[in-house]
């Protein structure tokens, strides 16, 4: 088999495509609060996205600017200050997240339904 061709397939397909732009762990939660504020700050994103160190904010802030999906600014003053918002691309992806976790709210639910049917009584 052609590992070449199977990269320009797995390249050529749209969901994969997107994956790779939102796919990673702190991307959808950081979208998601800036989804919520229109802007914020390092430290109020950091404090919206509960257990993200330094590192992997700083990081994928880095990620999601590179794809587009959000824009930095930063304010020339003392002390300096660095906004973040979403662009109309991220902006674009919000009905699609708000369907996810719709269906996200479903599974919950059903997991819990079962989980309760398979506890013992005591």
């Given at each position: 088999?052609n590992?070449?061709?199977?990269?320009?397939?797995i390249n050529?397909?749209?969901?994969?495509?997107?994956?790779?732009?939102?796919?990673?762990?702190?991307?959808?939660?950081?979208?998601?609060?800036?989804?919520?504020?229109?802007v914020?700050?390092?430290?109020?994103?950091?404090?919206?996205?509960?257990?993200?160190?330094?590192?992997m904010l700083?990081?994928?802030?880095?990620?999601?600017?590179?794809?587009?999906?959000?824009?930095?600014?930063?304010?020339?003053?003392?002390?300096?200050?660095v906004?973040?918002?979403?662009?109309?691309?991220?902006?674009?992806?919000?009905p699609?997240?708000?369907?996810l976790?719709?269906?996200?709210?479903?599974?919950?639910?059903?997991a819990?339904?079962?989980?309760?049917?398979?506890?013992?009584?005591?």
């Open positions: 088999m590992s070449n061709k199977d990269s320009q397939d050529g397909c749209p969901v994969v495509y997107a994956l790779n732009i939102i796919g990673g762990k702190w991307h959808l939660p950081i979208i998601w609060a800036l989804s919520q504020n229109k914020l700050r390092y430290n109020e994103i950091k404090r919206k996205v509960c257990g993200i160190t330094n590192m700083s990081q994928s802030l880095k990620e999601l600017e590179n794809n587009g999906l959000i824009i930095r600014i930063q304010y020339m003053e003392i002390p300096p200050r906004e973040y918002s979403l662009t109309e691309a991220g902006i674009s992806l919000l699609a997240l708000a369907e976790a719709k269906w996200g709210a479903k599974q919950m639910k059903s819990q339904e079962t989980n309760s049917c398979l506890k013992p009584d005591r």
